[in-house]
C-alpha cells in the first residue's frame, strides 16, 4: 500500500474520532428523553470530554512518547473503541459520563498520533499536506459524521451511533494493523520538561496564535444559526444548505492550506488566511437580506479559517522537532480548550451585548493571532540568523 492511501486512512480514523465528539450536538435533545436529564445536564457531555480531550492528551503523549507510533494508534483506537461499546450498553447518565471520559482519553491519543505519522511517513516536502488529509478527515465529521449520526439516532435510537462508531472503529483498528508501518516514536520527554516547553517564547507564541485564531472563529461558529436567521435576515428553510455549503467549504480550505504550506511556507499562509478570516467576520456583520452575498462571505470564511488548521498543525511540529509528538498534543489541548473558552465568550456577549456583536469580537481574536503569527516569524527569523552568525 502506498503512503497516499495510507494517509487516508488516517485520515478516515480520524473522521470516525471527530465524529464521536461532535455528535453530542446533534442528538442533545434525544439522549436528554431518553436519559430524562435536561438539555442544560446534557450538554455537559461536550464540555466534560473537552476537558479529558484537553488535559489527558498532552500527559499521555508524553508517557507514550518512546513507543512505536503505529502500536501506540492501535492501543489509542482500542481505547476509544471500548468507550463507544461502554456507551451503547451502559445505562443511565453516570455511567454515560464515565464512557466519554476513556473515549475521549482515547480519541486524544488517536488524532495526535495519526498526524504524528502522517508527517513521518510522509514523502519530503509534502508533511503539511499530510496533515491536512487527516485534518480534513477530522473537519468532515462536522459536515458527514453529524447529520449522519442525527438520521442514525432517528431509525435505531441515540446509542446505535455509538455502537455504529465501535464497530467502523474495529474495521478502522484491523487496517491499521496491516497498513501502518512500524515508526519511531519521538524522543521521551519528561511531563516536568513538557509542561517547561510553555516558558520557551516560540511554543508559547505558537500556541497563543491557535487559542487566539480557533478562539476568535468559535465564537461566532457557536451562534451561527441564530444569527443567519436573527441578524443576516436568511429564511429557515435556507439554513441547512448554508451550512452545508460553509461545511464543504472547510473541506476544500483545509486541503488548499496544507498544499498552501508546501509551496508558500507558514507564515504566508497563516496570516493571509487570518487576515481574510477577519475581513469575512466583518463583511458577515454588514452585509444582511441578500442570500447571495452572505453565502459568499460565509463560503470565504470557512475557507479561510480552515485553511489555517493543517498550516497551524504542522507549525507546531516545526518548532521543537526532537518534541513533535508533545506539541502536537499541547495544540490539540489548545484547541479543545479555545473552542471552550470561545463559546462561552460568545455567550455572554449575546447575553449581554447583542447577537450582532460576535462577528466583532471573534475577528478581534483572530486579529490578536495574526499579532502573535508575526511576532513569532520575526522571533523564529531573528533566531536563525544568530545561529547562521555563530556558524
Known amino acids: 500500500m502506498n503512503k497516499a492511501w495510507r494517509i487516508y486512512i488516517l485520515a478516515i480514523v480520524s473522521f470516525l474520532v471527530g465524529t464521536s465528539e461532535y455528535i453530542i450536538s446533534g442528538i442533545l435533545d434525544k439522549i436528554a428523553g431518553d436519559l430524562g436529564i435536561t438539555l442544560a445536564a446534557a450538554g455537559q457531555l461536550i464540555t466534560i470530554f473537552s476537558l479529558v480531550y484537553a488535559i489527558g492528551t498532552p500527559i ?21 473503541i471500548i468507550g463507544n461499546l461502554l456507551s451503547y450498553t451502559l445505562p443511565g447518565y453516570g455511567l454515560f459520563v464515565a464512557a466519554r471520559v476513556i473515549m475521549a482519553l482515547g480519541a486524544g491519543m488517536v488524532v495526535v498520533t495519526a498526524l504524528n505519522i502522517a508527517a513521518k511517513i510522509a514523502p519530503p516536502g509534502r508533511q503539511a499536506s499530510a496533515i491536512a488529509t487527516v485534518v480534513m478527515g477530522f473537519t468532515a465529521s ?3 459524521g453529524v447529520p449522519l449520526g442525527r438520521m442514525v439516532a432517528g431509525a435505531f435510537g441515540w446509542k446505535a451511533v455509538f455502537g455504529g462508531i465501535a464497530f467502523l472503529g474495529v474495521v478502522g483498528l484491523i487496517v491499521l494493523y ?33 487559542f487566539f485564531w480557533l478562539g476568535g472563529y468559535s465564537v461566532a461558529y ?64 454588514m452585509v444582511t437580506g441578500t442570500l447571495a452575498g452572505v453565502a459568499a462571505i460565509l463560503i470565504l470564511w470557512s475557507f479561510a479559517a480552515w485553511s489555517s488548521g493543517p498550516t497551524q498543525q504542522f507549525h507546531m511540529t516545526t518548532l521543537e522537532q526532537e518534541s513533535s509528538g508533545v506539541l502536537l498534543g499541547l495544540n490539540q489541548s489548545m484547541m479543545q480548550l479555545s473552542m471552550a473558552a470561545g463559546a462561552g465568550l460568545g455567550g455572554i456577549a449575546v447575553e449581554h451585548v447583542s447577537l450582532s456583536s460576535i462577528t466583532w469580537i471573534g475577528a478581534g481574536g483572530v486579529a490578536i493571532a495574526v499579532i502573535a503569527a508575526l511576532i513569532l516569524a520575526i522571533h523564529t527569523s531573528a533566531a536563525k540568523a544568530g545561529e547562521a552568525v555563530k556558524s
Open 222 to 285: 457557536t451562534y451561527l444559526s441564530p444569527y443567519l436567521l436573527k441578524v443576516s435576515e436568511i429564511p429557515d428553510h435556507l439554513l441547512s444548505a448554508l451550512l452545508l455549503a460553509f461545511g464543504i467549504a472547510s473541506l476544500v480550505g483545509s486541503k488548499l492550506g496544507g498544499f498552501s504550506t508546501d509551496r508558500w511556507g507558514v507564515t504566508v499562509t497563516l496570516v493571509s488566511g487570518m487576515l481574510l478570516h477577519i475581513l469575512m467576520l466583518i463583511m458577515l456583520s
Open 178 to 210: 496491516f497498513s501502518i508501518p512500524r515508526t519511531e516514536g519521538d524522543k521521551p520527554v519528561p511531563l516536568r520538561q513538557q509542561l517547561s516547553l510553555l516558558k520557551k517564547r516560540n511554543v508559547a507564541l505558537g500556541l497563543s496564535i491557535t
Open 60 to 80: 499521555l503523549m508524553a508517557l507514550t512518547a518512546r513507543m512505536d507510533r503505529r502500536r501506540l494508534i492501535l492501543y489509542a483506537l482500542g481505547i476509544f
Open 142 to 144: 462536522l459536515i458527514i
